[in-house]
Structure formats: structure tokens, C-alpha cells
């Protein structure tokens, strides 16, 4: 949605420079609506994610509890189990917390593939070469990280 966003900005500038103020009060409607509905995905694809996180997080200790009821006294007695239980009950709260960012993941493609169409037609060439360059620039941001 920042990309549309963008966009939008360009093309109001463009209007304004242009001394079409109509255009730029529609141009500044269609915007807002567009940041509203933009906050609209957000809070859902958070709400969302952390319902899913929750529940991935209730089934693991579920799995868990199972786990553990099942087995007998002496096993219990012989193993550290609470250490073991300490250790899975942090690794299930960074799954909860890493869980948002996975969804981000699924969106990733739909920017970088709008990102390079807005540039490529306002830019033509030099957007290409821009497309090139990042994506060339890229091993090399990996290797020094």
C-alpha cells in the first residue's frame, strides 16, 4: 500500500504542477482512502497473526503435556524435565513473536514485482538499470552480513 501510496503522491504533484486542482482533490480523496484501507490490512494481518501464533503456541504445549503425562515417575525423576519444559516454553514464545514477520514474507514478492513495474515505466531504461543493479547488489549485501 505504500506503493500505491507513492504513486498517488507522484501523480498529485504532477496534477499540481499542472494547475489541476481538481484533479489533485481527487487524487488526495483516492490517497486517504488508500492509507485507510492500507491500516485496515495491517491491524487484520496482525490480529490474524497473533490469533494463529496463540494457537500454535496453546497446540505445541498441549503436545507437550501430552507428552510428558505419559510418561512414568521414574522417567520424570531421572530427567531434567523442567529444564526441558523452560527450554520449550521460551522457544514457543519466539515462535509466537516471529510469526507476524512470516506473514510479511508472503507479500514480499507482490512488492518487489509492483516496485519494479512503477519503476520501469516511470524511468524506462534507467528503471531497468536500477532493477539490475539491485538485484546484483544483493549477493553482495549477503556476503558482508
Not at 28 to 46: E, P, R, S
Not at 69 to 80: A, E, F, K, N, V
Not at 111 to 130: C, D, E, K, M, R
Request: charge should be positive; glycine fraction near 6%.
Amino acid at each position: 500500500m505504500r506503493l500505491a501510496i507513492s504513486v498517488i503522491i507522484i501523480f498529485l504533484l504532477r496534477a499540481l504542477n499542472r494547475s489541476e486542482i481538481t484533479l489533485g482533490y481527487i487524487l488526495v480523496i483516492i490517497m486517504a482512502f488508500t492509507w485507510y484501507f492500507a491500516q485496515l490490512c495491517k491491524q487484520k494481518g496482525f490480529m490474524k497473526s497473533s490469533l494463529l501464533a496463540s494457537r500454535m503456541k496453546s497446540g505445541l504445549a498441549m503436545l507437550l503435556y501430552a507428552k510428558i503425562s505419559s510418561l512414568s515417575s521414574y522417567t520424570i525423576r531421572s530427567s531434567q524435565l523442567g529444564k526441558l519444559t523452560n527450554l520449550l516454553a521460551s522457544d514457543m514464545g519466539i515462535i509466537e513473536h516471529r510469526i507476524a514477520t512470516i506473514f510479511n514474507l508472503f507479500a514480499l514478492p507482490f512488492a518487489i514485482i509492483g516496485s519494479t513495474v512503477i519503476l520501469i515505466v516511470q524511468f524506462n531504461w534507467p528503471g531497468v538499470v536500477g532493477v539490475i543493479l539491485f538485484v546484483l547488489v544483493l549477493p553482495v549485501a549477503n556476503y558482508i552480513s
